[in-house]
């Protein structure tokens, strides 16, 4: 099956400084990667996906990135703000399952 | 958007009661729903895969018997915690999709479930 790996688990920064959260997955057959926020006792909330036959997909401030050929994909937030502050899940799935990274707590300090 | 409701948000029982959580699609049917167990700064743990109208697929170390999962409408599955213990306290969370191999799931607000 697949295994969704995610780096780093804990993450600080100064506001305005960018944030990197990177996912490996094994299951070449997957080809959907969605990135969650999830805030404190809150549901997580779909902030962006992407899918395999796309590299490099942007919104505002959040931008993903995926290289099949290493199965890798990334979150990266630029000009970071302390609402910012969540814990972030990434994820892949093959179309049937929906296979979650451990999740990577994000601070952004003022 | 789509809507996904879960009920109790928050639940205090004693040992060896059961508990039901009800999860439903507001404003889509939901072919299938997937039950998550989340420990405190933990991950989304997936329990089962309910599809409407069969039996739940669970992921291996979940007991069926303990967790039962019914999904007998395209708007609503049930997680009914059996004979709850204390380590059984954790945050549940649902999630649907609308159609087979759609891929944007909804999910609920979670429910607290505190086992004296």
């Known amino acids: 099956g697949e295994n969704v790996e995610q780096h780093p688990s804990t993450l600080s920064v100064q506001e305005g400084d960018s944030a990197v959260i990177k996912c490996t997955y094994s299951?070449?057959?997957?080809?959907?990667f969605p990135w969650y926020k999830q805030e404190l006792g809150k549901r997580p909330q779909l902030i962006i996906d992407?899918?395999?036959?796309?590299g490099e997909k942007k919104d505002q401030r959040i931008a993903v990135t995926l290289n099949k050929t290493a199965k890798h994909f990334s979150l990266h937030i630029t000009e970071t703000q302390p609402e910012d502050s969540a814990v972030y899940f990434c994820?892949?799935?093959?179309?049937?399952?929906?296979?979650f990274g451990t999740g990577t707590s994000l601070t952004v300090i003022p | 958007g789509a809507v996904v409701s879960q009920h109790p948000s928050r639940v205090i029982c004693k040992s060896g009661t059961s508990v039901k959580i009800e999860c439903r699609s507001l404003?889509?049917?939901?072919?299938?729903m997937f039950w998550y167990r989340q420990f405190p700064k933990k991950s989304l743990m997936l329990m089962a895969t309910?599809?409407?109208?069969?039996?739940?697929?669970?992921e291996q170390g979940v007991e069926k018997d303990k967790f039962l999962i019914n999904h007998a409408s395209l708007t609503l599955s049930t997680l009914t915690v059996t004979s709850a213990h204390p380590e059984d306290s954790s945050f549940y969370i649902c999630?649907?999709?609308?159609?087979?191999?759609?891929?944007?799931?909804?999910f609920g607000a979670g429910s607290r479930l505190t086992v004296l």
């Open positions: 299951d070449s057959a997957s080809n959907y």
């Open positions: 404003d889509f049917q939901a072919t299938t």
């Open positions: 309910s599809n409407e109208g069969s039996k739940a697929t669970y």
């Open positions: 999630s649907a999709r609308a159609s087979p191999g759609a891929n944007v799931l909804t």
């Open positions: 992407i899918r395999s036959n796309v």
């Open positions: 994820a892949a799935s093959e179309g049937n399952q929906f296979y």
